[in-house]
Structures are given as structure tokens and as C-alpha cells.
């Protein structure tokens, strides 16, 4: 049996029609870059997620950028993110000038070690960016604790955490502002790049319009030099097409990752994603954790599993991090997990029997 990683054609074919007539519609009015389906689209995100400001943006890494820029990060300043993530979250904090300062993961959730913040806080420390990594929120009492008590801005990094929640409050609304990343495999996912950021802080949703608009909010005035980072109307239309299934998509994530549960709870050498308490995880990602990780995943790709790791080595361990001078043992959970954690398949499509398949694979594993 054959399992890939994600299918995206079959979320596509479940709703095939929708998603031409969004095409076509756009093509039709030649609606290319800005307009009304790329207005609809803001509006429909904000109004989903009960915030003011919604804006759009090229790509999930821009809107890290541009929030971090409009609030004047540059040089000589540090932000603080975790050792465990997708590079765009620290590179961005680099491209304005500033220094990415790292932290441990939590052994058991896998997000930014809440505990280890205070410590490496400095005058020197402009925001916070916890990563609701694999679709787990971070523990954002304890963040905004002691992000309140240094008066430090929190931005969300949320490409993974798709209507996520923690204590009934989803993530991206507990900070100053936050990031979303609709790259075509993210649980709401686009046709190429794109991304917004969510805010309810209206001079930042405002600065953050115009920087991603060339530093203009009206053509040829031009307040400041911005970039060009931009939404275009098919990518829009495409993400309106798709909001009316994204909450029924994410529960039924959320019970593929139940039936993983089930049917690999007792194969002991396995540690199996735990949820963080009052909170909603949706499985952006299916992490699992086991001591022959590689051997595990070939044994998966012969039978047929296609498995991916994310991520192979932790940010601070990366060469591109080797001029911030940290070791290895400086991150020991993020460091010994980087060769244990393995992702297994998970989309809403995902049939029970190609789940009964990877267990049985698994179960036949002789370390
Ligand atoms: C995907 C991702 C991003 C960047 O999103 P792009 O749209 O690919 O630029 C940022 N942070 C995390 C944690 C991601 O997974």
C-alpha cells in the first residue's frame, strides 16, 4: 500500500468545482494583483478569527520580516525564538539586522521551553516569537507573563497552528500580532506562496499595509521605501474557496492523529504525540519519536510509507548559526530529538486502513 507524505490532489478533487470557478472568476476580471477577491479574502480571515486587521501578504516568511521591521527591530537588538523550527524564523530576525537568540524545546510539547525565557531576556531583547510548532500552541499564559513584565512584543508564528487554540483563545490572538504562512502544504494552504499577518493593533496593521505595499497605502505616495510583498487575486480566491471546509478539515486532522493514537499506543518503543491540556493541537504535523528513527523511516519507504523529519538539525546547530557561537549541549532536548523525531502522513483524507498499514509496518520492526 501506498501512503504519501500529504495529498494535496485529493483535497482538490473533493472540491474541484469551487476552486475552478474561484480561477476562472479571477481570470475573467483579470483580477490579478489587489482587488476585491484579494479584499475578501482579508476580511473573511479577520472576521474568522474575530481580529481587526487582517493583511496580506507574498508568503508566510515576509510577514516575520515586515512585523519585525515595523516595529523598528534592526541592528544591535535580539529577538528571541526556539531551537526547533523552520529557518524562517530566525532568518528573518538576522535580515533586520538583528540577533536571533534561541531556547530549548519543551521535552514532551516540542514548542519553545516557556521556563527558559526569562533568563536570556536583555535591554537588548525587542520580541518574542514563539512557533506553535506541528500544530501545538506554546504555553502563552507563561510567554505573555513575562513578556508583560519586560513590556516585550510577542508575534506568533502560526504556519503550522492553523485555528489552533489554547484555554478556548486560538492561537494568534494572545500576542501583539501574528504570522500565517498559507504555503500549499499548511493545513490551510494556498496554490504557491502566501501569507498574512492578524493583528488587532491598528498603527501597526497600518505600517505593515504599507511597508508590504512599497511604503505607500495610496499609489505614488510613498511614505516610506517598503518592499513588494503582495497576495495575488488567484492565490485570494483560491483561500476563499477553501475557508468554508478549513474547520471540518482541521477536526478530522485532529481524528486521524485519534486513530493514530489507537493503533500505535501499544508499540512501546514509539513516544507518541502528547496535548499540551486545554488546548487544541491540529496536526499540522504527526510526530513520532523513536531511538532508530532512520532505520524506522527506511523501513517505512520500503513498505510503501512516505515519512519526512522536521527538522533534521535544530536551528542553533545549523551552519548558518555558527557565527552566534552557541554548542550543542547549549540545546540538549532540541539536539538528542533532532535524530529521534519522525513524521509520519497526516491530511484530512487520510483512510483509517493506510493508518492500520504503517502500524503493521511498524510493529515488524526488529531494532
Ligand atoms: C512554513 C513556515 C514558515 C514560512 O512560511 P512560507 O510561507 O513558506 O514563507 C514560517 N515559520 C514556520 C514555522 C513554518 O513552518
Not at 524545546?105 to 518574542?128: H, L, N, Q
Not at 496535548?275 to 517505512?300: A, G, W
Request: charged content about 20%; overall charge neutral; some cysteine.
Amino acid at each position: 500500500m501506498y501512503v504519501p507524505f500529504v495529498d494535496l490532489k485529493k483535497q482538490y478533487q473533493s472540491i474541484r468545482k469551487d476552486i475552478d470557478n474561484a480561477i476562472a472568476q479571477v481570470i475573467e476580471e483579470t483580477s490579478f494583483i489587489g482587488g476585491k477577491h484579494v479584499e475578501n479574502f482579508e476580511q473573511q480571515f479577520a472576521s474568522l478569527y474575530g481580529v481587526k486587521h487582517c493583511i496580506s501578504v507574498a508568503n508566510g516568511t515576509d510577514s516575520l520580516y515586515i512585523l519585525m521591521k515595523m516595529l523598528g527591530i534592526g541592528a544591535g537588538d535580539e529577538v528571541i525564538t526556539v531551537a526547533n523550527s523552520w529557518i524562517s524564523s530566525s532568518e528573518t530576525i538576522s535580515q533586520t539586522g538583528a540577533r536571533p537568540v534561541f531556547i530549548d524545546i519543551d521535552p514532551v510539547f516540542y514548542s519553545i521551553s516557556e521556563k527558559d525565557i526569562e533568563k536570556v531576556i536583555s535591554p537588548r531583547t525587542k520580541a518574542i516569537i514563539p512557533v506553535h510548532l506541528h500544530g501545538q500552541v506554546c504555553e502563552m499564559d507563561a510567554i505573555m507573563q513575562v513578556a508583560n513584565k519586560y513590556n516585550i512584543p510577542v508575534i506568533e508564528d502560526c504556519a503550522q497552528s492553523h485555528f489552533s487554540e489554547y484555554k478556548g483563545k486560538r492561537a494568534g490572538t494572545m500576542g501583539l500580532a501574528a504570522s500565517f504562512s498559507f504555503y500549499p502544504g499548511k493545513n490551510l494552504g494556498a496554490y504557491g506562496d502566501a501569507g498574512c499577518v492578524i493583528t488587532n493593533d491598528d498603527s501597526l496593521a497600518e505600517k505593515v499595509k504599507m511597508f508590504a505595499r512599497h511604503g505607500a497605502l495610496k499609489k505614488h505616495q510613498h511614505q516610506i521605501e517598503g518592499i513588494n510583498s503582495r497576495l495575488d487575486g488567484l492565490q485570494a480566491a483560491i483561500l476563499s474557496a477553501k475557508l468554508p471546509y478549513i474547520l471540518e478539515w482541521t477536526e478530522k486532522r485532529i481524528s486521524r492523529a485519534a486513530s493514530y493514537q489507537q493503533h500505535l499506543s501499544n508499540i512501546p518503543w514509539i513516544t507518541l504525540p502528547e496535548v499540551r491540556p486545554n488546548s487544541k493541537h491540529t496536526f499540522h504535523l504527526y510526530v513520532i519519536r523513536c531511538k532508530q528513527r532512520d532505520e524506522v523511516m527506511k523501513l517505512l519507504r520500503d513498505n510503501g510509507v512516505e515519512t519526512a523529519i522536521h527538522y533534521p538539525t535544530a536551528l542553533p546547530n545549523m551552519k548558518a548559526y555558527q557565527y552566534l557561537g552557541y554548542q550543542p549541549g547549549d540545546f540538549p532536548i532540541a539536539t538528542k530529538y533532532q535524530d529521534q523525531i519522525l513524521s509520519l502522513p497526516i491530511f484530512p483524507e487520510l483512510a483509517d486502513e493506510q493508518i492500520a498499514h504503517i502500524a503493521d509496518t511498524l510493529r515488524k520492526f526488529q531494532g
